[in-house]
C-alpha cells in the first residue's frame, strides 16, 4: 500500500536520520518495520516564525517496494528527412520549441546569433575583465539564450499556459538534478545549466536537427502577407515555410527590423529599477531570526518584497541568494545589470533587483513619439546614463543603500560581488523621479517589513532593466503574427515569457500551433 501524508519537521528532527520513518508511522498508525521506503514528494521550509520547520509531502511505502525509479524519457524521432521548421533564437523558448518539434515528427532548423556555451564563456570574460561587450555573445546572446549563464531559479506564475512538470522532467532527462521536481523553489545554479544545455543540443544533433551558431537573422522576406525567407548577416537566404521568432527581450534589432517593414508591434508595461547587494549573513539573520551563520541545514535564505507607492508596484525581482551581479550589457555604450548564482548558493552575498512597474500609457508621454518602441527608447536612455555615471566603461554606478534613500552621494561603498567594479554616483538623482523616487520610499516600506534590510552595508547597483520586454509583437488565436502568415512570434521577446519556464512552455505551444496549421 502507498500513502501519501504531509509531515512537519522542526529543524532539531531535521538532524535525524530516521525522522521521516518515525513520524509516518506515528501518523499512519503502522509498525516502522513495514514501511519499505519513503519518497519526498515536496519540500519547503516555513521560517515565518522563531521556530523553523521543514514541510513535507511523501509517498510512504507500506508493505510495498518503492518501484524502480526512472527518469521520464520522451519520444524523439528521426527527423533527417522531416519537413522543415525554422527557429530563430536558442535561448529556453527556441530549444524546448525544437525539442518538441523532433517529438512531433518535424525537423527543426535552428539559427542562433550567439557561440555555443564553451566559446561564450570566453566573451563573458571579456566583459568582466575587459569591459568589452560582443554584440552576438554576451550574458543574454549565444546557446541556451539568457537562460544559460542565469540563475536557473525554475518557479513560475504561469501554471496555465502549459505543463510545467513536462518542462522540468525535460530537464532532468538532460542532466538537471531531480530534486527540482521536489523543491517548492527549483533551482538548477548558473554552474550546471551550461551542461543541460549542451546536452539539449546533443540531442536535437542526434535526431536530426540542425543548429546555426553565429548566424544572426537580419532580414526576413514577406510576400503576399506571407514569411517566404530569411537573410543572415553573411547574406544566406534561407527559403522558409513557418517561422518561431524566440529572439528573446535584448535583440532590439528584431524590434527595431519588424518596425521598419510596418509590422505591427504594441508598447508594452514592464518594470525597472536597480540591483541590490547584502551580505547573505543580513538576510539570513533576518529570514532565519539567528545571530550570525544560519544552520548548515538551512539553505541562503532568499526574500520577496512587493510595496505599492504612487499607483505603481515596487518589488523585488529575481532574488539571487549566495549570488552574484554581473553585467548583462548587450552592447557597448550601456551598463545592465542582472543576478545569478551558483547551484549551491554559498557566495557571500544576497542581491536582488529591486524595481519600479512602468505603465506604457501613462509613464512614458515623453516618449510617445517613437511609438511601440517608446518603452524601448526608454530603456536606451536609462542604461546609457548608468554606462556613463560609472566612467563609460562596464563599472556598474552604486551607491550605498541608505545614501541612496537619504539622497547622499556614497563617500565609499561597501565591497561587492560585480566584478567589473563600481563607482559612486548619485542614483537617486539620475534616475527619473518616477522610478528614483518610488524605489526610495520602497526601500524604506522593506525595512520596516524586514528589520535589518534597511543598512549602510547594502549597495544599490543600476541599472536593472532587462526584467521584460517593453515590446509586445501581436499574435493571433493561432499564435501567429495577425499580419503574416508562417510567423509565431515567441518567449519573452514576442512578451509572452518571464523568465525560463514560461518561455520553454511558450516554445512548445508555438511550434504545436505551427505544426498544427501545416498538417491541416
Ligand atoms: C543573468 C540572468 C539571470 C536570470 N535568472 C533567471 C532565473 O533565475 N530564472 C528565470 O526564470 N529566468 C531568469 N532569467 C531570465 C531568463 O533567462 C529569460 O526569461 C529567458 O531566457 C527567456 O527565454 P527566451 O528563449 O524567450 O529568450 P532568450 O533567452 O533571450 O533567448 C533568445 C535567443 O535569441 C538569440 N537571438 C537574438 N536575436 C537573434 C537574431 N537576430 N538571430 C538569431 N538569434 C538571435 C539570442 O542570442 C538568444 O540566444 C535571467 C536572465 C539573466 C540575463
Known sequence: MVKEIQLRVTIQEEKRKTILIKKAARKLGVDEKEINAIKVLRKSIDARKAQIIFNYKIAVYINEQLPETSIKTFNYKD?????????????????????????????????????????????????????????????????????????????????????????????????????????????????KL?????????????????????????????KENKIRAIRLQNHTEMIVNSVILATGHSARDIYYLLDKKNISLEAKSFAMGVRVEHPQQIIDAIQYHCKGERDELLPAASYNLVQQVNGRGVYSFCMCPGGFIVPAATANGE?????MSPSKRNNFYANSGIVVEINAEKDLQKYNRFGALKGLEFQKD????????????????????????????????????????????????????????????????????MRGYYTNEANVIGVESRTSSPVKIPRNENLEHPQIEGLYPCGEGGGYAGGIISAAMDGERCIEAAIQLMKS
Not at 131 to 145: A, K, M, P, Q, R
Not at 393 to 398: E, F, G, K, L
Not at 401 to 426: I, M
Request: include cysteine.
Open 194 to 222: 551550461p551542461k543541460v544545455v549542451q546536452n539539449i543540443r546533443e540531442t536535437i544533433l542526434k535526431y536530426g536537427g540542425e543548429i546555426h551558431f553565429e548566424s544572426r537573422v537580419v532580414d526576413f522576406t514577406i
Open 335 to 339: 551598463v545592465v545589470v542582472n543576478g
Open 382 to 449: 536609462l542604461e546609457k546614463m548608468a554606462f556613463i555615471a560609472g566612467g563609460k566603461s562596464q563599472v556598474a554606478p552604486a551607491q550605498r543603500l541608505t545614501d541612496f534613500v537619504e539622497g547622499k552621494l556614497s563617500t565609499s561603498l561597501n565591497s561587492t560581488s560585480y566584478q567589473p567594479g563600481l563607482k559612486a554616483a548619485p542614483l537617486h538623482n539620475l534616475l527619473p523621479p518616477l522610478i528614483g523616487s518610488r524605489l526610495r520610499k520602497g526601500f524604506e516600506a522593506f525595512g520596516k517589513k
Open 79 to 191: 527527423v533527417s528527412d522531416a519537413k522543415e521548421i525554422h527557429i530563430i533564437g536558442f535561448g529556453p523558448a527556441g530549444m524546448f520549441a525544437a525539442l518538441r518539434c523532433i517529438e512531433l515528427g518535424f525537423k527543426p532548423i535552428v539559427l542562433e546569433r550567439g557561440k555555443n556555451v564553451k566559446d561564450r564563456r570566453r566573451d563573458l570574460r571579456a566583459i568582466n575583465q575587459f569591459h568589452l561587450v560582443d554584440e552576438d555573445s554576451n550574458y543574454c546572446f549565444g546557446e541556451g539564450g539568457a537562460g544559460t549563464y542565469s540563475d536557473g531559479k525554475l518557479y513560475t506564475r504561469s501554471l496555465k499556459r502549459g505543463n510545467v512538470r513536462r518542462i522540468f522532467e525535460n530537464f532532468v532527462y538532460h542532466g538537471a538534478t531531480d530534486q527540482i521536481l521536489v523543491d517548492a523553489h527549483p533551482h538548477i545554479g548558473t554552474n
